[in-house]
Structure formats: C-alpha cells, structure tokens
C-alpha cells in the first residue's frame, strides 16, 4: 500500500498583486472562492502551466480569475518504483495506466472539487472539442483533466467514474497535457473579466456558427496588395454586410458542415 497524497501542486493566488508573473505563484494557494478550478491528472506535472502562463491566460491567473492543480500520477503509483501502468490484457504493444492508480488520483481530485466540475479524459476517441463545449465548460465551477499516456487508460475506470472522453481532433497524440492545455486555454478566455473587449468573442470564429471574415491592418498596400476598400469607407452597414458575406463564403467553402449546419438552423 503506497501513500496516497492529500492534494497535488496548487498554481493560482490567493490576493490580487499586480508585480507577480504566473510562475511566482507555484505552490500551495488556498482556493479561491470564486475562481474557475483547473484540476490536471497527469505524469507531467512539469509540462504545466506551459503557454497557459503567457499572455491572457497567464494575466487571468495571476488576477485570480482561474486557479491550476496538477496531481501528479506517478505518487499514486504502486510500489517502490511507483508503478502506474502494466501490459494489454489480451496481449498486443505498449502499456496502459492501471485502473486502481487512476482511481487513487481521481479520488484526491474530485475530493478538492467543488460546485459543478466535469471529469474529462483527453482521448482520441472522444467528442470533438467545439466552441459549443467549450462555453459549457466556461459556464461550470471548474473542470477535472485527465491525461492519458501509453496506449491510454483502462475502460473499467471510464465506466465506473461516468468520464467524458473529448479529442482535441482527429489524430493521436503522444499524451493527453496538450489537448488539456488548449481545453483550458479556451475555455479560459470565455471566463467574465478574462477578454479586455468582451465583444471580441462576439463576432469570433464559431460565434454565430460561421467562420469568421478576413482580418486585415496597416499598412494600407502591402506587397501590392490592398485593404478591401469597403473597409476603409467607413460605411458601418457596409462594413457589417461585407464581413458577413465573406464569413458565409468562407465558412460554405472550407467547411461545408458547419454551412449545413447553420442553414439547417434558419428553416424551420
Ligand atoms: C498514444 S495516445 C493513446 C492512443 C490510443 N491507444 C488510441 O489508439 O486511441 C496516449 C494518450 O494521448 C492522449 N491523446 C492522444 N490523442 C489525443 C487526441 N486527439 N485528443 C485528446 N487526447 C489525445 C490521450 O490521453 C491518450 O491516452
């Protein structure tokens, strides 16, 4: 019978102090009433905050809005190598993570869990991620990762804890932290207070279930080409009518299942 550890590493603040990087604030930090709770299972503790400590995320961390605990798997492991994972029932290549030790660390995690907090498993052979999700998870107390390794987790632990299982795409990863990473990074930016212009989220990508139109900036003519000029007529309701006659092109284009989608919306 191996230790099991009472809390993993807490990153996240417990007062607002603007001269503190994300970095400054590793270690243990009592929760914050309001903050969204990140939880992350993974045996790479190490790989977190990774780029959630840049830029918005990072500022949002150190200002309270969200708050980090990663359990480290390999502490819940069994024996004196710590061993978390053992061969394919059935035969065949690679490991998988035991169920007895992921139960040991989702254990610890949904003990610290509080208000409405989904348990996720990053997975290959999940939902895709979509916006649609991701507001979900925004509008939610927090949220309990798990990242698998190897050839992933043992099913009993799937079924017996009810885990959601949600792919960053279709393609394999060599684990589950930078799936969780681009989870948090999204959902992150849809908390209240994270965006400075609120209405950046509003006209996005996926906003309204298109693509969204093309950007451009100074300056005017670059490498001989133009700025469309309707976007420097100043015109709004021009403006506003073009953007969405090319966020309809684009999106009927490039992806003809969200155009299909979106035209399925307006009958009725
Ligand atoms: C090498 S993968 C395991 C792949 C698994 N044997 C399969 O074929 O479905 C190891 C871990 O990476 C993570 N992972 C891989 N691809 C992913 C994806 N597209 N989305 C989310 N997580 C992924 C999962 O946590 C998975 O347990």
Redesign the pocket.
């Known amino acids: 019978m191996t230790d099991t550890p009472l809390s993993g590493r807490s990153i996240g603040r417990k007062s607002i102090k603007a001269s503190l990087k994300p970095r400054d604030l590793m270690g243990e930090t009592p929760e914050l009433a309001r903050a969204f709770q990140a939880q992350v299972i993974t045996l790479f503790p190490g790989a977190f905050l990774g780029v959630l400590g840049e830029s918005l995320t990072g500022k949002a961390l150190n200002e309270g809005l969200w708050q980090l605990k990663t359990y480290d798997l390999r502490e819940f492991g069994e024996g004196r190598h710590r061993n978390v994972d053992d061969t394919p029932a059935g035969g065949g290549a690679?490991m998988v993570?035991r169920p007895d030790v992921l139960e040991k660390a989702i254990i610890a995690a949904r003990s610290e869990a509080r208000g409405v907090m989904p348990l996720i498993?990053?997975?290959?052979?999940?939902k895709p991620m979509d916006q649609p999700m991701i507001r979900r998870l925004a509008a939610c107390d927090g949220v309990t990762l798990?990242?698998?390794?190897?050839?992933?987790?043992d099913q009993r632990v799937l079924d017996h804890f009810g885990i959601e299982e949600?792919?960053?795409?279709?393609?394999?990863?060599?684990?589950?932290e930078?799936?969780a990473q681009a989870l948090l990074d999204a959902t992150i930016r849809l908390l209240p207070g994270v965006l400075g212009n609120a209405a950046s989220t509003e006209e996005e990508s996926f906003s309204a279930g298109l693509l969204e139109h093309p950007q451009y900036t100074r300056p005017a003519v670059w490498q001989g080409r133009e700025i469309p000029p309707v976007l420097m007529s100043g015109h709004h309701a021009e403006i506003g009518k073009w953007r969405k006659a090319q966020a309809e092109k684009i999106t009927k284009e490039r992806r003809p299942d969200l155009w299909a989608a979106h035209e399925a919306r307006k009958t009725p």
Do not use: M
Request: some cysteine.
């Open positions: 690679g993570l498993y990053l997975s290959p052979r999940g798990l990242c698998g390794r190897f050839e992933g987790v949600v792919s960053l795409g279709d393609f394999v990863l060599t684990g589950g930078i799936a």
